[in-house]
């Protein structure tokens, strides 16, 4: 972990020292955005040890040119399955539909159990500030059920920043050098959305960009949002 602050990779047990296992937690808009924006880190989580758990916030229905919206999230939750595979995480399905995604008080209340039942130690949401609404969706869902529970280090990650992700000035690194591959081939597994265009365009770039802000070849960097004044690194990683 590099920088202002880093993520808890490792926590020990208050009585004994020794390291306990954490939990973590994604929550994305669609399909391929939790591996955007921090499949290194993730799978980094997952390598450890630790529980990984990402929530897909829609199936992606809208996603593939020609398919009806059942077709298209067949084989987006598929894609889901085998990118979460490559790194090591539970795929859960939130339910709401791609470009139609809610924000009220019975999707708060979902998140909110949903988070509550997987009791995570980190959690990982979108930058709020987002051109896409069920971005938004997501993150906001995400910060309310966050507001509720307390317990969970929050953090956001980056999609595409310069045309989506807006805004956005991390203060949180982690080196993925060595995992690079690994989010290429979870990237890659979203044949539907062109995985290995996405990777040349967007993230190849952006992991070299964060990598020399951190001073390492690649990096994936996020906004811890602390509500207290220590410095903090993330737990376990």
């Known amino acids: 972990?590099?920088?202002?602050?880093?993520?808890?990779?490792?926590?020990?047990?208050?009585?004994?020292?020794?390291?306990?296992?954490?939990?973590?937690?994604?929550?994305?808009?669609?399909?391929?955005?939790?591996?955007?924006?921090?499949?290194?880190?993730?799978?980094?989580?997952?390598?450890?040890?630790?529980?990984?758990?990402?929530?897909?916030?829609?199936?992606?229905?809208?996603?593939?040119?020609?398919?009806?919206?059942?077709?298209?999230?067949?084989?987006?939750?598929?894609?889901?399955?085998?990118?979460?595979k490559i790194m090591g995480a539970k795929p859960v399905f939130f339910g709401q539909i791609d470009g139609a995604t809610e924000l009220n008080k019975a999707h708060v209340d979902t998140m909110t159990k949903l988070l509550s039942a997987e009791s995570p130690d980190v959690v990982f949401t979108h930058w709020p500030i987002d051109t896409h609404m069920d971005h938004q969706v997501a993150s906001f869902l995400t910060i309310r059920a966050w507001m509720a529970l307390r317990k969970p280090r929050l953090y956001f990650f980056?999609?595409?920043?310069?045309?989506?992700?807006?805004?956005?000035?991390?203060?949180?690194?982690?080196?993925?050098?060595s995992l690079v591959e690994k989010k290429k081939a979870a990237l890659f597994a979203h044949v539907s959305q062109d995985g290995e265009g996405i990777w040349r365009q967007h993230h190849e770039v952006i992991a070299n960009w964060r990598g020399r802000e951190a001073g390492v070849s690649a990096a994936e960097a996020f906004v811890h949002l602390s509500r207290d004044s220590q410095t903090t690194k993330l737990p376990g990683v």
């Open 1 to 84: 972990m590099l920088a202002a602050s880093a993520l808890p990779l490792a926590a020990a047990e208050p009585e004994s020292g020794a390291t306990r296992k954490l939990k973590v937690v994604c929550v994305g808009g669609h399909p391929d955005d939790p591996e955007s924006g921090c499949a290194g880190t993730l799978t980094r989580y997952a390598q450890l040890g630790h529980s990984v758990t990402i929530i897909y916030l829609t199936r992606g229905e809208r996603g593939i040119s020609g398919k009806s919206l059942d077709e298209a999230a067949r084989i987006r939750s598929a894609e889901c399955e085998a990118a979460c």
């Open 158 to 177: 980056e999609v595409n920043s310069g045309s989506q992700t807006e805004g956005f000035l991390p203060n949180t690194y982690v080196d993925i050098t």
